[in-house]
């Protein structure tokens, strides 16, 4: 290990704000009440193993210790004292009874994983609402309500509020007793679009996502006051094994309609209005309000009636929320989160006496209900249209962020603060999505990359000891911005001579971390330094098998698509490469895929425009999906090997037509470099 490692102490002026910040808004010990109220149980076990692995933990309660015991204390001075407060209200681990009804009660297990799970008693089953991240949260969530209840109910219904992993990868894992083969019987509720969007979250983009999700939940940094304390949003995200099984209910989508005003009925509690659906699960009357276009592309919120509760889904928690999340993803629409977020009040919010969402703890009583949405409401709509004035006034995203705050009427509560997502990286999204990503001004419309300028800067200034010197001078000032912004240039530029940049980049990335109230800037900043001083660590194996599994034909060829070295295989093959594929399994499906300048491009049954096929590839869909995980990821080898053990049929000397095609496709590299360069730089 390197001898610049060593934990890096607190700056005494960084640890003074951490501790003033808890006097900029009011104490609330109510929070406190509420996130324990209901509890039944405690975790079963100190962690949770891998379902395969059982010598690797995929979640552990042990670790956030240091949460509880210091429950009474105040903050360690190298944590800020609001996120050590947020920390401590999501360390609440266990299961809670949210609410009792008529046919039983609605139930929460949170703090196993980075979202909660709810659970639902029906007539004679129960229903789950967002089953977790992974199989084996999922599974040891609902051993804790059957082990605590003494329930032995089915499953009758399961429902995804939309289309993040953490809010359906563990719904095999619901199963476990039947080997995570699911009753597809049941219904699996999920707004429209919830399949192309899950699956363009966890797989086209998926492995950037999942390798920048290592920062921003920095999962595998140490728990503690010099580490990682929490997102802001729950603790962490869990790193087992991701599965879906696709929903066979599509609200919004075919075979579903709004319900229209005569076949409304008093049974609902609340007054009628358009755009409502309506589903019945095992006696549990179930209303739905689709919110595109908010925190997820595909979401809803759900209330129901007979408990008069709401289900917000995450449109609404105890913690600012992203307009882009750090890990990546589509924009968000703040100005659509605020009217939905309207729209929920007006149409709910009479009728609701207890509101619980897919994060954190619930909210009784509607008065308070009504206030909180409202107030979470105008925060939205706040960033949105006071960004909009500010752009139109010639303001570009950078100085937008540097100068707007929320007012105190909205800065105040303790569910508007920057946990997750930040009032400085939600301002520049909201200029993204109305400006795109250049400012106008045309010195930035061809910026040289990192590695090339780094060279040059560190050259106008003198040399890698001149600015590390300068560096150094900001540091011991306190300027830890613009000592970050220095050194990235020398350790970019010059990564064989920074030894003495990376070491004073650590600790400036960790007094930045240790400031922090949110807690995914913490992770970045902590896990860039752990980076820096130890390297890329091998990350956990997390392949969205079940995910591709469940695509459809034109998703997983749009797969494969993004695979493809598109300017070799342009430069080598000028003549179409044209495959008809003929795919077995329940009903035959056929499809053509042609590469031509350099994309692979599908289209369902006969491309009657790509010329006549070099070849007809025979197979089912499940040797189909072995493809892309066979051969230890190589996707010709694999099918080579298909096609030796039989598996896959193809005329005989046509063969070499789908390995020129396959021998295109690149392996995503789930390591990649974020603080450093890939490779050494050669000055130009």
């Not at 301002?427 to 993204?432: E, G, H, S, T």
Request: glycine letters at 8%; hydrophobic letters at 35%.
């Amino acid at each position: 290990m390197p001898e610049f490692a060593e934990p890096i102490e607190v700056d005494p002026a960084v640890a003074e704000a951490n501790r003033h910040i808890i006097n900029t808004v009011p104490p609330n010990s109510e929070d406190f009440e509420e996130a324990r109220r209901g509890l039944l149980a405690l975790p079963e076990i100190p962690a949770i193993p891998a379902r395969h692995k059982g010598d690797r933990i995929v979640w552990n309660f042990v670790s956030y210790d240091f949460l509880s015991e210091g429950l009474s204390d105040e903050a360690p001075p190298s944590v800020n004292a609001s996120l050590w407060r947020q920390g401590l209200l999501t360390a609440q681990a266990g299961l809670f009874e949210v609410t009792a009804y008529g046919h039983g009660r609605i139930y929460q297990v949170r703090g196993y994983d980075l979202s909660n799970m709810t659970i639902i008693e029906g007539d004679s089953g129960i229903l789950i609402i967002d089953p977790l991240a992974s199989y084996e949260t999922a599974q040891w969530a609902l051993k804790l309500y059957r082990d605590t209840t003494g329930s032995t109910r089915k499953i009758a219904g399961i429902i995804y509020t939309h289309s993040h992993v953490d809010h359906f990868g563990g719904v095999r894992g619901l199963f476990h007793d039947q080997n995570g083969e699911v009753d597809t019987d049941i219904p699996i509720i999920a707004p429209d679009g919830f399949l192309e969007h899950a699956v363009s979250e966890n797989v086209y983009a998926g492995p950037a996502m999942s390798r920048r999700s290592e920062y921003m939940y920095a999962a595998k940094l140490d728990k503690g006051p010099h580490g990682q304390v929490g997102a802001g949003l729950g603790l962490t995200v869990s790193t087992g094994e991701v599965t879906l099984v696709p929903p066979n209910v599509n609200i919004g989508g075919s075979g579903t309609a709004p319900v229209p005003r005569d076949q409304w009925s008093s049974k609902d509690v609340i007054p009628w209005r358009p755009g409502l659906y309506r589903e019945l699960v095992d006696g549990i009357r179930l209303i739905f309000q689709l919110t595109p276009g908010t925190e997820a592309p595909a979401e809803m919120n759900i209330y129901f009636p007979q408990a008069r509760a709401l289900c917000a889904a995450e449109n609404a928690t105890h913690t600012l929320h992203n307009i882009l999340t750090l890990r990546g993803a589509q924009v968000r629409d703040a100005h659509a989160w605020s009217k939905y977020l309207t729209e929920t009040i007006q149409t709910f919010g009479e009728h609701t006496d207890v509101e619980f969402a897919s994060h954190h703890w619930p909210r009784w009583g509607k008065e308070k209900i009504v206030e909180y949405l409202s107030v979470q409401r105008d925060v939205y709509g706040f960033l949105n249209d006071q960004t909009l004035r500010l752009i139109n006034a010639g303001k570009t995203g950078i100085e937008i962020a540097e100068t707007l705050e929320l007012p105190e009427s909205l800065a105040s509560h303790w569910y508007t603060r920057g946990y997750y997502g930040s009032v400085s990286h939600d301002l520049k999204a909201v200029y993204q999505r109305y400006m795109g990503w250049f400012d106008g001004n045309p010195a930035h419309l061809w910026n040289l990359p990192p590695v090339k300028a780094g060279v040059r800067y560190v050259a106008a200034m003198g040399g890698v000891d001149a600015v590390v010197a300068t560096a150094q001078e900001a540091y011991d000032r306190q300027d830890y911005r613009w000592v970050v912004e220095l050194l990235n240039h020398v350790i970019f530029g010059h990564p064989e001579d920074n030894a003495s940049a990376k070491e004073l980049q650590r600790k400036a990335l960790t007094q930045l971390g240790y400031g922090s109230e949110n807690g995914t800037w913490r992770n970045f900043f902590l896990t860039g330094a752990h980076e820096l001083a130890h390297g890329i660590e091998k990350p956990y194996n997390q392949e969205p098998g079940d995910i591709i599994f469940s695509t459809t034909l034109e998703q997983y060829f749009s797969t494969l698509a993004r695979a493809i070295d598109g300017p070799r295989a342009a430069r080598e093959q000028r003549d179409p490469i044209v495959l008809q594929w003929v795919i077995n399994g329940g009903e035959e499906e056929t499809c053509t895929t042609t590469l031509r300048n350099g994309v692979l491009v599908y289209v369902s049954g006969k491309d009657r425009f790509a010329g006549a096929p070099q070849t007809v590839i025979k197979l089912t869909r499940d040797v189909l999906n072995g493809l892309m995980y066979g051969a230890q990821g190589d996707y010709r080898a694999a099918f080579d090997k298909a096609v030796r053990d039989s598996l896959v049929q193809i005329p005989e000397g046509k063969q070499e037509y789908a390995d020129t095609v396959f021998g295109y496709l690149t392996r995503p590299d789930a390591s990649f470099p974020i603080v450093a360069p890939a490779s050494p730089v050669t000055p130009q």
